[in-house]
């Protein structure tokens, strides 16, 4: 039960990301560390959020992870802290929908069903298991943004809070 | 007389803009919010509405449970999934019986976006009617 390595998926990991973001958050992106290979969580960051959805063969999750003190800066135009936390969840629910439910992602794992979502304000870690990421920028704030797939349950056996 | 809606989404955010859109643009009185699978049967039981949005990963109950549940006992019941899950998600709400479908990210400022969910929104209607 080993990883899983998901190259050819950074382009449109990166795609999707910035598609969902800039709707929702109604501002233009850019992307600040080029999505690519990388081990887990090079991004250091205050606020996580991981969903994981799974098959009968493997099990993938996205993570989002940037400072909390950005999100008002990302949400302007909402006031409430409360609504901006379930914003920033609902970006990752989105594009994670969005990004797994493409062809050449289903063509490869398979179609997965949908988990609920893990946010945590520190790290969540999923030691050993490598992941295709990037950083964007939207309204002054960098979100890193990630993707990591494993055979069986290895993400849910091994995730963990910091 | 206005149509009845009512709104089910585990993000608050995203229900507050459905709702404003649902009465503001579309014309809808929303007549109850939920945030979870079984909140929806029970608005749906308590409101009886015109339509019913879902989105399809929320809590207690999937969308897909709940669109499986309410036909059985609703089997005229409007149901329109709103969801971030593309592709294959979509002909199996379909098959399960949803009469529409729209998927997130909601793009309210496209006039075209809001030209297509209006025409999935009159459709589940037209459905309902017919």
Redesign the interface.
């Given at each position: 039960m080993g990883p899983v390595i998901l190259d050819g998926f950074q382009a449109e990991l990166e795609v999707t990301a910035r598609?969902?973001m800039e709707?929702?958050l109604?501002s233009p992106s850019r992307v600040k560390r080029s999505f690519a290979r990388v081990p887990w969580f090079p991004f250091d960051a205050s606020l996580a959020y991981l969903l994981t959805m799974r098959n009968e063969q493997f099990e993938v999750g996205l993570i989002m992870r940037m400072d909390e003190a950005g999100l008002p800066a990302l949400w302007s135009s909402?006031s409430e802290p409360?609504?901006r936390l379930?914003?920033f969840?609902?970006i990752a629910?989105?594009?994670?929908?969005?990004f797994?439910?493409?062809?050449h992602f289903?063509s490869t794992f398979g179609?997965m069903r949908?988990?609920?979502p893990t946010r945590v304000k520190g790290n969540i870690l999923i030691p050993e298991n490598p992941c295709i990421g990037g950083v964007v920028e939207v309204n002054s704030v960098e979100v890193f943004i990630g993707v990591t797939v494993a055979q069986g349950n290895a993400l849910s056996d091994t995730a963990r809070a910091q | 007389m206005k149509k009845t809606v009512v709104i089910v989404d585990d993000?608050?955010?995203?229900a507050?803009m459905l709702g404003e859109f649902f009465s503001k643009t579309l014309g809808f009185e929303v007549v109850g919010t939920g945030f979870n699978g079984a909140q929806a049967l029970t608005l749906y039981k308590q409101h009886r509405p015109d339509l019913i949005t879902l989105d399809?990963?929320m809590?207690i109950k999937?969308g897909r449970e709940v669109i499986t549940e309410l036909l059985t006992e609703f089997p005229q019941a409007s149901i329109l999934v709103i969801?971030?899950?593309?592709?294959?998600?979509v002909v199996e709400c379909l098959k399960l019986g949803a009469k529409g479908y729209v998927?997130?990210?909601?793009?309210l400022?496209?006039s075209e976006f809001v030209r297509d969910f209006k025409q999935a929104v009159e459709e589940c209607l037209a459905d309902k009617n017919s």
């Open positions: 598609y969902v709707w929702m109604g909402k409360g609504i379930d914003g969840g609902e629910n989105t594009i994670a929908g969005n797994f439910g493409k062809e289903i179609q949908g988990g609920l | 993000s608050e955010y995203l507050e399809l990963t809590p999937t969801s971030s899950q593309i592709g294959h998600a998927e997130k990210p909601l793009r400022d496209d």
